[in-house]
């Protein structure tokens, strides 16, 4: 039997909507396997009724829910999954890409003794073994779990899960654990979010940038293009290395890999450390006036033309257009 | 106070990785320090420049051709640097952590080092595993990722970005830091540098490894992503493509 466990996790109490994503494709996959049981564990004080409708099939729980666990602690999260895990008896362990789970994952593969595979989609985990994009994604590369338990770090993916959400869902109160001094290094003092935009790596559509902006001035169009379409503005590593955008918007290979349902590249010629990126996007959209450039290739609808020329025209189209919705 | 610093060897992202009959063929290809790893070392150089009293061991688990990478990091600064030779082949995250664990163990005993710095990803296979993995078998704290970093009296305070924010974490040593883009603007090499470098020394640690990997790699091949581009004559055509055949507006 598997009993797959899901790491759910929370930010300043609110469930992320990508955790609550990743339950519902493991719920898909326990389906599909049968003779399978989901269970999820959430650590830190969370509003649970948002999550009433949101999620999927049946299972339970397990809720850490003691103040001090509000902020991220490596050692105290490693500690109640790990817990879990071995209390039920688990088999999987599945978190969402976040930058929690990349901290915690590889610790928990050590304590756990579990092969840890990243960058997967849901059905790697159903033929045992995940393929991703390696070498600035110039080649797939496959890899098997050797253990018999295993971690996966499933990839944001634009397809949304076919699960019909509203299922039965029990919270269980998990007993606080003894800590001693030394679990609570490193401490979070504080978390600060940025106001406004969603994060690229969570956003549904994307409005990214490259040298072909031309400076900082060029992206304000992309910023009034992600506001009309309560999108996110990306970059390429030469905006940010011009300065002209902050690191945190950076995709591709030393930025982040993104996958949103709709992905405007706009004056973004299209090197391959970009395209690592975007491997998991939905639709592409390429605007760009070289005609010959290789993000065309990647594209799915591409319009020629000087991004300043062009974009001004699709705001107004767009403004036009959403008038009507 | 002593600082140790992980580092190993990538492709250039610039060099064109071929494929040959079935095969991948690195002939074409040069191999540089992992761009994370520069920041690593660069952080761990400042701290020594400004509080002085400092050690910075490198150490790496690759192959022979690692003292290249060895050599790049004395002559940016590291005192002394460490090959970390193992009897069996290191090919996933966990037997990497493993090599280094022990050759760091060994080195500094009975002791651990105060710091430890690794990129937070090699550029290659991008697995992001092996430096959170290294700080559980030491059973030392760790922040992956930082973006930045400044010493108080008693302890580290570090950022994180993390989903839309910033995370503020004080951690006190010894801990492992692993390092993001955006944290330093790393050096180049100067001339002094390597001459200096020319007079220390590249030691060498041997390791036992009888661990099996966690992690097996059993194919690579080229990855073709083209897709078949429509041109659309105008902004208004995107748009009704867009709502009304992918509804995503």
């Known amino acids: ?267 973004i010629s299209g090197a391959v450390q970009h395209l690592a990126g975007i491997g998991s996007a939905g639709i592409v959209v390429a605007i760009n006036c070289d005609r010959h450039a290789p993000i065309f290739d990647v594209a799915d609808y591409g319009l020629t033309g000087d991004v300043h020329i062009v974009l001004p025209k699709l705001l107004d189209s767009l403004k036009e257009f959403l008038k009507t919705q | 106070m002593n600082i140790a610093v992980c580092v190993c060897q990538v492709p250039d992202t610039a060099s064109l990785i071929g494929y040959v009959d079935g095969a991948i063929d690195y002939s074409r290809v040069n191999e540089v320090m992992n761009p994370y790893d520069e920041y690593a070392l660069e952080e761990a150089v400042r701290l020594k420049e400004r509080f002085g009293g400092c050690v910075i061991t490198v150490f790496s688990a690759a192959s022979d051709a690692a003292k290249e990478v060895l050599r790049k990091a004395l002559a940016l600064g590291a005192d002394r640097a460490v090959r970390v030779s193992c009897s069996a082949e290191v090919s996933d995250p966990f037997q990497t952590a493993l090599v280094l664990s022990r050759a760091i163990t060994d080195f500094y005993s009975p002791a651990l080092p105060d710091l430890v710095f690794c990129g937070k990803q090699a550029t290659d296979f991008q697995s992001a595993q092996v430096p959170s993995m290294l700080a559980e078998m030491l059973g030392m704290a760790s922040v992956s990722g930082i973006t930045s970093m400044n010493p108080s009296l008693d302890s580290l305070r570090i950022n994180r970005e993390i989903e839309g924010g910033i995370e503020y974490i004080d951690v006190t040593c010894p801990a492992l830091l692993s390092t993001e883009k955006g944290l330093n603007q790393p050096r180049k090499t100067s001339i002094r540098g390597v001459m200096e470098a020319r007079k220390k020394t590249v030691g060498t640690v041997q390791v036992s490894l009888h661990e099996a990997p966690y992690v097996v790699m059993n194919a690579l091949e080229p990855l073709e992503r083209k897709k078949t581009c429509s041109f659309v004559p105008d902004e208004d055509d995107l748009i009704r493509i867009l709502s009304q055949k992918h509804n995503l507006l």
Request: glycine share 10%; with cysteine.
């Open chain 1, 1 to 267: 039997m598997n009993k797959f466990l899901v790491f759910l996790e929370q930010r300043e109490g609110v469930v992320k909507k990508n955790s609550i994503s990743t339950w519902n494709r493991v719920q898909e996959l326990a389906a599909l396997r049968g003779n399978s049981v989901v269970s999820g564990i959430l650590v830190g004080p969370a509003e649970i009724r948002q999550l009433d409708g949101a999620m999927a099939g049946n299972g339970m729980i397990y809720h850490a829910k003691e103040e001090r666990l509000r902020l991220y602690s490596q050692e105290y999260y490693a500690g109640v999954v790990a817990d879990t895990f071995k209390r039920e008896d688990c088999t999987d362990l599945f978190f969402a890409d976040t930058v929690m789970s990349r901290d915690l994952a590889p610790r928990l593969s050590v304590r756990l003794q579990a092969s840890l595979l990243n960058g997967c989609i849901t059905s790697d985990a159903e033929v045992d073994g995940v393929s991703r994009p390696v070498y600035s994604g110039s080649f797939l590369a496959s890899f098997i779990p050797k253990r018999y338990q295993r971690i996966f770090i499933l990839s944001s993916d634009a397809q949304l899960s076919s699960c019909s959400a509203g299922g039965n869902i029990d919270f269980i109160d998990v007993e606080p654990r003894s800590f001693s001094i030394k679990d609570i290094v490193p401490v979070v003092r504080q978390i600060v979010m940025r106001e406004g935009m969603p994060d690229v790596s969570e956003a549904r559509i994307i409005v990214a940038g490259g040298r072909g902006m031309g400076g900082a001035e060029g992206f304000t169009l992309l910023e009034q293009l992600a506001l009309l379409l309560g999108g996110a503005v990306g970059a390429s590593r030469t905006a940010v290395d011009e300065g002209w955008r902050p690191h945190a918007e950076q995709i591709g290979q030393t930025g982040k890999t993104v996958a949103p349902a709709l992905y405007f590249a706009c004056g």
